[in-house]
């Protein structure tokens, strides 16, 4: 269970940085012009929350409310260092969370 607790906090934390621009356009291996879409960014920062969220409650599950809501914060840390890692070692790798993107047909760019 606290592993597909890290797993959750690790995609958390992958879609967050997928709606940033500076990270977007490595992570899907092409250049990005502009900002990121408005729709992207709530849809990756809503799964990204939603992730954070559901790994807390599998840590809570597992351990506890006390040591629980501490071994989340452990978690927490593990995974950003591992997002940030992956991020400055290999972006592609992080294509898998590339299924977050909604399929934008028209609109304003700047959004």
Known sequence: MLLAAFALSFAGFAAL???QRVHHGP???R???GAV????RVRVATFGAA?????LGLSVAAQGPS???ILWVMLLAAASLAVTFT????PRWLRATSWLLPSVRSGDPRR
């Open 27 to 29: 992570i899907l291996g």
């Open 31 to 33: 250049a990005t012009r």
């Open 67 to 69: 040591f629980g809501s």
């Open 51 to 55: 992730a954070l969220a559901a790994s």
């Open 37 to 40: 879409p408005r729709a992207l």
């Open 17 to 19: 940085a997928l709606g």
């Open 87 to 90: 991020l400055s070692y290999r």
